[in-house]
């Protein structure tokens, strides 16, 4: 609880994204894989740094994820967020982002189905109130 607080207090982002990302990603937060989580879970806790064709060593452990994660979004919210036609994903899906929320979470998990699961979670641990704005 600590890491998450404190990375979305220091970068701005509501700590809401940082949960659901650690559920979304590796199941840390309920379910049977948050019963006995590994070292390696928490150390890719949100896969900042670990791509599909990319793995970098120095984003590994948990106070880093939650830090790079949180720094990450807010980076693409501000410095890309006029590239909204952005329609480009690794599974070959394309979608095309209506707003810099979900333009940032479409840069942060470029596979489409990621972004569902996302959608999914924070509307379990959340509700929909403040999503932000649909894809197409």
Do not use: C
């Amino acid at each position: 609880a600590y890491w998450i607080k404190k990375a979305a207090d220091m970068v701005g982002i509501n700590p809401r994204l940082l949960l659901t990302k650690l559920q979304s990603e590796e199941g840390l937060i309920i379910g049977s894989e948050s019963i006995n989580p590994t070292e390696e879970d928490f150390a890719w806790a949100i896969n900042a740094g670990n791509g599909d064709n990319f793995v970098d060593e120095s984003k590994k452990g948990f106070p880093t994820q939650m830090m790079l994660g949180a720094k990450d979004f807010l980076w693409y919210w501000y410095t890309k967020a006029e590239e909204f036609n952005y329609t480009e994903s690794v599974d070959g899906s394309s979608t095309k982002a209506l707003n810099a929320a979900t333009f940032s979470l479409l840069k942060f998990t470029p596979h489409i189905i990621g972004n569902q699961v996302f959608y999914t979670v924070y509307k379990q641990f959340f509700g929909i109130g403040d999503l932000g704005g649909p894809t197409q």
